[in-house]
């Protein structure tokens, strides 16, 4: 970074004067370059974190109680230090003694501090850019086209925030906040448990496209709850009170300058959400927590009838506020824990507000729920994917293992059979010998040679630029914890692309009584709801095509896998359903976000005193999410274009040989009649002769991606005449047109896809297991060759070259899955 700075400054006119320039003080670079936030600051107690104002009138200790009865808090607000006298505070160095044995001052230091920005401040910040209300509204307009089409694709196509009632004034901007709380390890998280916590407060302006509202330097950094412990839901409530008590001032409309009304715009603010894992929301809307009897914050259920997999009686804002009231009005703790027992809710500070709903406005946080939640569990749990080091499998191999055929033995023998009795005449639906579930370590559904096997097929996958990749030794707890996106990657990319590979060998014989199909149907099943989930946008039978095949996989799994126990997350994903017609795609309301604002603030340098790093990280992180706005600070850091190998042959033309240059010539006669083969003689007047020259290239931007001839960019997604075909990018070209400009063509190789949805043939159940996890397989035809245009391309895809002979594919097979995050896959095929 500090190179980046000085070769820009040396890179200006006058650059040794504008060296000389450069402030020798951090501080002073701040306030030059007008990074200052103006940030509150109240003495906090550590314990119960109640906020005092800090003055002589302020407690020596905290008086907080927790009941009328109760003793107090007393925690110390003050900490003694001594101050010494410095020579430069003596005058006259010689008349006095040395400081060191000068008797000292004793001060009170304030012991913790709770440092927090207001909404107004960040309000006037955001409101200040040039561009943040012209987005406001193109966004709306954007949406708005999507819902005229049938697609839900934003929060703002959401019932709870179309049930918001606004004060419609003229020229009034209305904006909808989601609040994200959650807590973290300071240090860290290189040790498995939290050892010290710290929270985190933040807002995001629903109003702004997903990409603007989840970037840092656009979430509102509200306050960081001081180390080393974490409040309770009730001390939780003393943090949250100054900015509910904002919240409802702003609630009425606040006149702010912003940049296209400089005097003044009357800007309206209510929370929308809250949004966060399942813990930190049940702390901040004020419910009991997973272990509780009620545990659930959306329905009556209780934790006896966890195992039936069953909604209870939705919550309702009256009675939800009602035993919140009476929890706060409690005596003494029993009788507070006895309201907790019977109706899991407690009392909330958002519960002031007066369109605050906690049955409603609490959003499912699907990225703890559903991918480290429900993916997990069935991973790891009921698969029991638990792969054993090659210095270990000595040791632990039994002698029983040894007698028990594995599944791919069964799969082979199986085959033969079925093709022995297709070769003779019999039907296509023999019955399927059964697969062992629970051959694998310690009952596991998968054995050490199966895990092997899979971990071999997972490393032929070639995975697009922002997919992240998995450890080679998947299923050792050598490489740690998968973060959240590679338990994505894992179940919608990852495990489609090899399971069938695995257990399927003839695609016309599925016998839907056996274990093997159930086995895959399950798995089907649980990747289509990941890719419903996780939905860029929607309609509204996706969301009934959810409830039913998640119900379908609830009820199935337990017979397929022993010792199948339900937690709290499989209840919570029963109400995705009515999550997603609240909030629409619940990527919107997700985590992502707000995690990758704790990544950040655990990068910053502190002091490492943990009753000062709160204030430390919210000072910083304030600053540089103003520096990081700053065009500046974005051109410095970010890193230069990879630019094209520079070889004379990467630069040169080619001429396109004869059969290149006749689907040359058919490409560049769609696009512009006036073009003649390059053996026409004469031209005639007014056309142009297509010379056949062109540039090979490495890599073309399509629609904002990079697409290239080579791994892992090449296998392409496209759209003609409204329906999807694929291809491999063999060539890319570049090309000089007859109006001077240049242009980009790609040469693929297109993809049959041999299996698409159909019904009433052999092979219907294999394909609508393809069609539940979006998957493509089909040939590659390796003798033909399309040239298309750059804007045909709608995606990349993930995709594993088949052996010859898999899925009854003589040779070139290919398996793909685009890289699109749709709903469901379309079902139309190349006829």
Same mark, same amino acid.
């Given at each position: ?8 400054i ?36 550590? @314990?119960?974190?109640l ?24 925690? =110390?607000?003050y ?8 020579? !430069? ?37 955001? $409101? ?24 839900h694709? +934003? ?41 010290? !916590? ?9 109003n ?14 509200v ?34 300058p ?12 209510? $929370? ?32 006896? +009838? ?28 029993s009788?507070q ?24 406005? *609490? ?6 729920n559903?991918?480290?939640?429900? &993916?997990q569990?069935?991973?790891r749990?009921?698969w029991?994917?638990?792969?054993? /080091? ?15 055929a ?5 799969i082979?023998?199986?085959?033969e059979?079925?093709l ?14 059964d ?27 070639? &995975?697009?630029p922002?997919?992240?990749?998995? /450890? ?8 740690g ?20 590979? %695995? ?36 309609? /509204? ?12 996989y609830s ?23 009515e999550? %997603?017609?609240?909030?629409?795609? &619940?990527?919107? *309301? ?20 943990? +009753? ?7 000072n ?38 004869? =059969? ?5 010539f ?9 073009y003649?083969h ?26 904002g %991606? ?68 979006? %998957? ?16 045909? @391309? ?19 097979g ?15 095929? +190349?006829?």
């Amino acid at each position: 970074m500090l190179k980046k700075i000085i070769n820009t400054i040396l890179e200006q006119p006058s650059n040794t004067r504008n060296i000389v320039r450069i402030p020798n003080d951090t501080r002073t670079c701040i306030k030059k370059a007008k990074l200052e936030v103006a940030l509150t600051k109240t003495l906090c107690c550590r @314990v119960c974190f109640l906020l005092y104002e800090e003055g002589r009138n302020s407690p020596i200790l905290c008086e907080y109680r927790c009941f009328p009865n109760s003793d107090p808090c007393n925690e =110390q607000l003050y900490v003694q230090k001594p101050v010494y006298k410095g020579y !430069s505070d003596l005058a006259e160095f010689e008349h006095y003694p040395s400081p060191s044995t000068a008797s000292p001052n004793v001060v009170g230091v304030p012991r913790c501090m709770y440092v927090y920005q207001t909404i107004e401040t960040w309000l006037r910040w955001i $409101l200040s850019r040039s561009d943040t209300e012209s987005e406001i509204v193109n966004w709306a307009a954007e949406i708005r086209s999507q819902h005229d089409l049938g697609y839900h694709s +934003d929060i703002q196509h959401g019932q709870n925030y179309r049930e918001i009632q606004w004060e419609n004034s003229p020229n009034s901007l209305q904006l909808g906040l989601a609040l994200f709380v959650d807590w973290f390890n300071p240090r860290g998280n290189k040790l498995s448990g939290k050892t010290e !916590s710290t929270g985190i407060i933040a807002l995001s302006c629903i109003n702004l496209s997903p990409t603007l509202r989840n970037k840092i330097s656009h979430m509102c950094l509200v306050g960081i709850t001081p180390g080393p412990y974490s409040p309770d839901p009730q001390t939780l409530n003393h943090l949250l009170n100054p900015l509910v008590k904002e919240l409802h001032q702003l609630e009425q409309g606040l006149v702010i300058p912003t940049y296209q009304f400089p005097n003044g715009r009357n800007v309206e603010v209510k $929370l929308v959400a809250v949004q966060g894992d399942t813990l930190a929301t049940k702390k901040v809307a004020g419910f009991a927590s997973h272990s509780a009897t009620c545990f659930c914050s959306f329905c009556h259920a209780r934790s006896s +009838d966890l195992s039936s997999m069953s909604l209870s009686k939705t919550r309702t804002k009256c009675e939800t506020l009602s035993a919140a009231k009476a929890s706060r009005d409690a005596a003494n703790a029993s009788i507070q824990d006895k309201i907790l027992r019977e109706t899991g809710v407690q009392w909330s500070a958002l519960n002031k507000l007066l369109y605050w709903d906690p049955a409603k406005h *609490v959003a499912l946080g699907v990225m703890h729920n559903w991918l480290e939640g429900i &993916l997990q569990s069935h991973f790891r749990y009921r698969w029991k994917f638990w792969a054993i /080091p090659p210095y270990e499998a000595k040791k632990k191999r039994k002698t029983n293992q040894t007698t028990h055929a594995t599944k791919r033995r069964n799969i082979d023998s199986n085959t033969e059979m079925c093709l022995y009795q297709e070769s003779s005449g019999g039907d296509d639906t023999s019955v399927e010998e059964d697969i062992l579930v629970d051959g694998g370590l310690d009952g596991g559904f998968f054995s050490q040679e199966d895990i092997l096997h899979f971990c071999v097929s997972m490393s032929n996958i070639v &995975l697009p630029p922002g997919l992240p990749h998995l /450890p080679p030794n998947l299923g050792e707890s050598k490489h740690g914890k998968l973060s959240a996106k590679q338990w994505h990657a894992l179940f919608v990319y990852i495990i489609p692309l090899v399971i069938f590979e %695995m257990y399927v060998d003839n695609v016309a014989s599925m016998n839907i009584e056996s274990n093997r199909y159930q086995v895959l149907l399950n798995t089907s099943q649980l990747v289509h709801c990941t890719n419903i989930v996780f939905a860029q946008y929607f309609k /509204p039978a996706d969301v009934k095509r959810f409830e039913k095949h998640y119900q379908n996989y609830s009820d199935k799994v337990g017979t397929l896998f022993r010792s199948v126990k339900f937690q709290p997350n499989h209840h919570f994903a029963l109400h995705i359903l009515e999550q %997603m017609q609240a909030w629409s795609p &619940l990527r919107g *309301v997700a985590e992502f976000g707000g995690e990758r604002l704790i990544g950040f603030l655990q990068k910053l340098r502190t002091n490492n005193k943990i +009753d000062l790093m709160n204030q430390t990280m919210m000072n910083r992180g304030c600053q540089l999410q103003r520096l990081m706005d700053h065009q500046e600070y974005i051109n410095v850091t970010q890193d230069p274009p990879v630019s094209a190998p520079t070889s004379s042959r990467a630069r040169k033309q080619m001429r396109l040989a004869n =059969q290149a240059y006749e689907r040359f010539f058919k490409f560049m006669s769609q696009r512009d009649g006036l073009y003649v083969h390059r053996n026409t003689w004469p031209i005639p007047r007014g056309r142009y002769g297509l010379s056949g020259l062109v540039r090979p290239v490495q890599t073309v931007v399509c629609n904002g %991606m990079g697409v290239g001839s080579t791994k892992p960019r090449n296998c392409v997604v496209l759209e003609w005449r409204g329906k999807p075909r694929y291809g491999i990018v063999t060539s890319c070209y570049e090309y000089q047109n007859r109006g001077g400009g240049s242009g980009c063509c790609l040469v693929i190789k297109p993809i049959t896809n041999l299996y698409p949805k159909r019904l009433n043939l052999p092979t219907t159940r294999f394909r609508f297991m393809l069609y539940l996890c979006s %998957m493509v397989v089909g040939r590659v035809e390796t003798d033909q060759e399309e040239m298309i245009d750059p804007s045909e @391309v709608v995606s990349l895809a993930a995709y594993r070259l088949l052996e010859n002979g898999t899925f009854s594919i003589p040779e070139h097979g290919i398996a793909l899955i685009p890289y699109n995050n749709d709903a469901t896959l379309s079902i139309h095929d +190349d006829s």
